[in-house]
């Protein structure tokens, strides 16, 4: 999943050594992504109203669907 969300990410911004994915496991099943990329790419990767950001979130939730986890998103943490 890692993979595929930062290749995601590092297609839409311009500063693309910045990109940071991390993807945390937690006992209770839950996976957490979090998506760190340089301050002037942050408008990009959320986008208009959110759209792009939901957008990421609804392809890692597609993603860790197979497995049966739950998984969140979040950006700039």
Do not use: C, P
Not at 12 to 35: C, F, P, R, S
Not at 61 to 66: A, V
Request: aromatic content about 4%.
């Amino acid at each position: 999943m890692k993979e595929v969300v930062e290749y995601i990410v590092k297609s839409l911004v311009d500063n693309q050594d910045a990109v940071e994915v991390t993807v945390e496991e937690k006992e209770n099943g839950e996976t957490v992504v979090h998506i760190n990329v340089a301050e002037e790419d942050m408008g990009r990767v959320i986008g208009k109203s959110g759209k792009v950001a939901g957008s990421i979130r609804t392809i890692a939730k597609s993603i860790s669907g197979r497995d049966h986890r739950k998984v969140f998103v979040k950006f700039g943490e």
